[in-house]
């Protein structure tokens, strides 16, 4: 048996409205809608849960090589001029 609000008498019809009366159609698919929300609300968390620890790792990589000591240079051997193409080895 199908109920609609059109056949619902005027005091049904206020009732209905007021406490928020959704038939069995519906409430399957907000059933479905709450559960596909929840799953994307998990998804999120767990993005966010992986950004937090890239972060975290990028950080501690960050501070690893302010501590290392910088390779000293050849004395001799010059860095190539980007700007003018200078000491550039070319294939």
Partial sequence: MEYTIKIL???LMSIVQHTGWVCIDC???IKQLKCA?????EDLASICNAVTRLQHEVSDVQQQCKTWPSLPSKPGNKQPDVQTGRGLVSK
């Fill in 9 to 11: 008498p005027y005091y």
């Fill in 27 to 29: 409430q399957s698919t």
């Fill in 37 to 41: 929300q929840a799953k994307t609300t």
